[in-house]
């Protein structure tokens, strides 16, 4: 029971903070059809931002300007770049968010150097919530599922019932249409990156000090993100959601069950030895791949269901 | 006309050739060159990076000591990306220049291609050998099964860190949980810690024994909690890098009653990350640590780290380098000349004091390094902190040479001279 409801809060709050990357990316996904590689390093420069920012002006207006800043940045990079590049297709983009990432991670060494900075959770939220059953629940965390799950609520709202919400939607699936009814389509994907990426720079502000502000981090979070995204389903944002939430869930679950195939085979009647062919394969426990299995559900996802979870057309 | 021409170009000779004359004395004098190869660009060029400042600092107190034979070392760096093949290139541009030595820090796989690499390089060539003088790959496989005449190494290898750190664990330590990662290096940290607690400290019982994909794992909350319910009282691992970063820091940060011991927790990043929370319960089983000459009274020692410090802004944590570069000197001044064959005679079973003062052998069976060893605990108050935190390594236990001495397997093949 202990380890089932600690593990349920941490599942909850890993996931929440893939959901606060992944929703920006399904967003720019489902804009581009393309994969922006280059997302996961606005999470980090949001990280390094907030960092500088609190050095001099807390953390407080960091968590307001960093994201702002890595929105700006996001606009830039596609009125000056994307946009240019997205007339030679598809290929071109992916290339060039991939460069860009590249680029990134470099400039980010070369400001702040290689080794990971002293980017800490602000004082006023450095103690422990409540404690269950002797394992302290920081009072950090809880604030991560505040904000991400008010950053859900705010998206929904905005994309379902206001008027900026409804062009954006018609923008992404029938750009031409909303071109011709008047609507400025190529200001619409301006916005919706830029949007995009202050999400993930939001995401970088409070996952920066919750994890480690290092300039590998784009580099470790980036596939699981595009997991995710691929998982719930193009341009989907409930099913970015729920994709979020199972990969923490399922992430954090497989940690704690000490389980291997051998072990499910015997409550069939066959035990596995290590005679057994294959037993090396078999007894391999269910921790030792936690990791991993997310990639295992995007390749049966692919192949099961192109489309993903609750997308409305093929990747 | 012609008679002119001679004239001149007689003098135009005669120039060239008093010209070659007067750079006889600088070509007579060429630097004896150590080649480097680490990953200088990538994800870990944090640590080639580091590395390479801090032995430019050490090559440049060494040659004012007057370097080896009335010559001067000079360091080449060559980028290897963490790959065994671009070290090998590294391998090649050296031995094509005559370098008489490569040295390499980070990854035990590359240095297993190195080995490899430059036994049979030497066997073809032996008129151009290099040594390899091995600076961090710790696989203790290098020096026993795979050992081999060209590779010296200056740091101990898993099994010794092993039995430091099971020693360093205190009487009232009778749980211990291990995390390692799944690879080469993190399957020994695991096998080895855990035959070291079987044969030192029976009383210590394992309750948890995990390897977790290297550097895939993003939230370690979930361990945590596994490791709560397990009851342990301290974890052992051998992580580095993101993987023991955060596994510390999700630990500090649950609050759990929980002591750490590592192998790398010192190192580049990590003070940074585990920061104040870790004070008094997180430990590194260390080849230095910058409060070790203060705590010794070794003043000399001291103002030399001190120098470090004051020329770059950062920790001089592999000071110990040292020791590499002072065999070498000693090893080549020993040879009478630079010749890879004759250095490597030389250097096995050289022994002298390190420049703490401990006692250092590279032993001549296996040639690795035996030498004094240390646990450093993170705490307040101690003279110099580490990367600014505020916190630093104070000295919990000193294990000298002699305790760190392990049987090899290794049977050396020597060169006929």
């Known amino acids: 029971m202990e380890v089932f409801v600690v593990s349920l809060l941490n599942g909850l709050v890993y996931g929440m903070l893939l959901f606060m990357l992944a929703s920006g990316l399904t967003l720019i996904f489902s804009m581009m059809g393309v994969l922006n590689f280059a997302h996961a390093s606005a999470y980090m420069v949001g990280a390094y931002f907030a960092y500088t920012l609190s050095l001099y002006v807390g953390f407080w207006v960091a968590l307001i300007v960093a994201p702002i800043l890595c929105g700006l940045l996001g606009a830039a990079i596609e009125m000056w770049g994307l946009r240019r590049v997205h007339k030679n297709g598809h290929i071109a983009e992916l290339l060039f968010t991939f460069g860009l990432a590249l680029i990134i991670e470099k400039v980010v060494q070369m400001t702040w150097g290689l080794i990971a900075v002293p980017y800490r959770i602000p004082s006023g939220l450095d103690f422990p919530l409540f404690d269950l059953w002797g394992t302290q629940f920081p009072a950090y965390r809880a604030f991560m599922l505040l904000i991400s799950a008010l950053m859900f609520l705010s998206i929904w709202l905005g994309l379902t019932r206001t008027r900026i919400g409804l062009v954006i939607q018609a923008a992404l699936t029938h750009p031409d249409m909303a071109g011709a009814l008047g609507h400025n389509v190529p200001r619409v994907f301006t916005m919706v990156f830029a949007a995009g990426t202050a999400l993930a720079g939001l995401a970088g502000v409070i996952g920066g000090n919750y994890r480690v502000t290092e300039p590998g981090m784009a580099f470790s979070m980036g596939p699981i993100v595009f997991v995710v995204v691929v998982f719930g389903g193009l341009g989907s944002l409930t099913g970015c959601f729920i994709a979020s939430i199972l990969m923490g869930l399922i992430q954090t679950f497989a940690v704690v069950l000490d389980y291997s195939l051998a072990d499910l085979l015997e409550v069939f009647g066959f035990v596995v030895t290590k005679a057994t062919p294959g037993s090396e394969f078999l007894m391999v426990t269910l921790p030792r791949i936690a990791a991993l299995l997310p990639f295992i559900l995007l390749v049966l996802i692919l192949v099961l269901r192109p489309r993903g979870l609750l997308g409305t057309r093929d990747t | ?417």
């Not at chain 2, 004395?25 to 200088?40: E, N, R, S």
């Not at chain 2, 671009?86 to 980070?106: E, R, V, W």
């Not at chain 2, 020692?301 to 410090?309: K, L, M, P």
């Not at chain 2, 401990?358 to 004094?372: C, G, N, S």
């Open chain 2, 1 to 417: 006309m012609r008679f002119v021409r001679t004239i001149l170009s007689a003098a135009a000779a005669g120039l060239v050739a008093l010209a070659a004359g007067a750079m006889q004395p600088a070509m007579a004098q060429p630097t004896i060159k150590i080649a480097y190869t680490d990953p200088l660009s990538g994800p870990f060029a944090q640590v080639g990076d580091a590395n390479l400042k801090q032995m430019q600092y050490i090559i440049d107190h060494i040659n004012s000591k007057g370097g080896a034979l009335g010559r001067k070392f000079e360091l080449v760096p060559f980028d290897n990306k963490s790959q065994p093949s671009d070290a090998l290139i590294a391998l090649k541009t050296a031995t094509d220049q005559n370098m008489p030595f490569i040295m390499q820090c980070s990854g035990s796989n590359i240095a297993a291609a190195l080995i490899d690499g430059i036994n049979k390089h030497n066997d073809r060539n032996p008129d151009n050998r290099i040594i390899y003088l091995n600076c961090g790959a710790v696989a203790t496989e290098l020096t026993n099964d795979q050992c081999s005449f060209w590779h010296f190494r200056f740091d101990l290898n898993v099994a010794q860190k092993a039995e430091v750190m099971v020693r360093a664990l205190p009487k009232t330590t009778t749980k211990v949980y291990l995390i390692n990662q799944d690879y080469l290096f993190g399957q020994s940290v695991q096998r080895d810690v855990g035959a070291f607690i079987k044969k030192l400290r029976p009383d210590i019982q394992i309750v948890g024994d995990e390897l977790i994909p290297l550097g895939k794992i993003q939230d370690f909350s979930p361990y945590i909690t596994k490791i709560k319910a397990s009851g342990a009282q301290a974890l052992l691992t051998g992580n580095w890098g993101p993987d023991m970063n955060l596994l510390i820091k999700a630990g500090i940060e649950s609050g759990i009653d929980l002591n750490y011991y590592t192998f790398y927790a010192h190192l580049a990043g990590g003070p940074t990350a585990i920061g104040p929370g870790g004070e008094n319960r997180v430990y590194a089983v260390m080849s230095f640590g910058e409060n070790i000459a203060p705590e010794i009274g070794n003043k000399e020692a001291e103002d030399w780290t001190n120098g470090f410090r004051a020329k770059h802004n950062f920790d001089f944590s592999a000071a110990v380098f040292r020791t590499i570069f002072e065999h070498v000197q000693a090893a080549v001044n020993k040879a009478g000349v630079v010749d890879a064959t004759k250095i490597a005679f030389a250097m096995e079973g050289q022994a002298m004091k390190d420049f703490l003062g401990y006692e250092t052998l590279m032993r001549k069976d296996d040639h690795q390094i035996m030498t004094a060893y240390y646990v450093g605990v993170f705490k307040k108050g101690v003279k110099y902190d580490a990367e600014k935190t505020g916190l630093g390594w104070s000295t919990a236990a000193t294990i000298k040479m002699d305790d760190v001495q392990q049987p090899t397997s290794c049977k050396m093949r020597r060169p006929r001279i």
